[in-house]
């Protein structure tokens, strides 16, 4: 599977790991809020930043938030370099299907003992 | 003909903005099977053609259907779909009272609706990825095997991600669709 070529060193693959694992942070982000929002009234309230739409506008609201903070840093650090990208591609992939999992209403009611 | 506004606004963030994107993320899909090809790669990687115009518009307008469908569903649609019913209204107007009022439909809400109102989200954040990749970065993409597997699964997961949602959504609107609001003539008949 592994590949390489001459061209990598003149296309750093840094901004795509970069791309690729700000947006498994952000799939887990949303997962988490919304495992916490189902979880806890409390957390639920916080996170009701727009009423009509409730708990679900500051779920996504902070997702997309850590999603682009995660990709504006690691871009920045990752910017012009080659990186481990096999080890940055399995945790991305991990972080989304926990994501992914964490989304499924029975899964929630399990982690939470409903 | 005509249709509520409510009615009106739910055809487009399902069939435009959630169908489109849908369309659009199988045709992406076929283009990066395409595009993997080893051999294709390893030529464009040596002297890397410029990214064509028209693939620039294609995986913008993918991302921007995607965004347009989450955001038009979480802060037009939804609200109407949540809206608490007055004491004795109609519940044909509160989808969501609708649903919970009868067991054998209650769980189109808690499965269907908790499970499409926040997985819908992955989808435009992993086709956004994916837009970008293709558009300003297709020389890491022709020069490692590996971010052409990486960005084709996760193209895949947005895949995967919006037809939970779509085929949710449809399926909860035939149950309970959200209706309502002023009337939109779409056409008027000959006589």
Redesign the interface.
Known sequence: ?????P??A????G??AA??L??GV??LV??TL?LAS?GSKRIASLLNI?N???P??G??TI??AA?LLAWAVLARQWRAKQVA??KV?FV??VL?AL??LL????LDDFLLGH | MEITLRDFVTMLHGMLFGGFFLMALVGAFVLLLDWSD?KRC?EH??R?PPVPTWQKVYFVAMAGCGWAA?LSG??VI??WY??IAPHGADLTLYPKALLLSNPNTAGWH??GM??K???A??AP??A??VA??MT??R?????????R???M??AA?AF??AGIAGGLGAMIDKAAPVQGGKAVQLMRAGR
């Open positions: 599977m592994s590949e390489q070529n061209s990598t003149t296309h750093p693959d901004p795509v791309a690729l700000a947006c952000g799939c949303l997962g919304s189902d727009y009509p739409t409730g679900l506008s779920v996504t997702a997309i999603w990208f096999g591609s991305a992939f989304l994501g992914l989304t499924f209403p029975p | 080893s390893e990687s040596m890397l989450v979480a802060y939804y609200p949540r809206a808690a499965l908790e499970w109102e926040y997985v989200w992955i954040m992993a956004t990825m970008f990749v300003k970065h020389g890491a993409w022709n020069a490692s095997c590996r971010v597997n990486s960005v699964a996760f997961a995967l991600a």
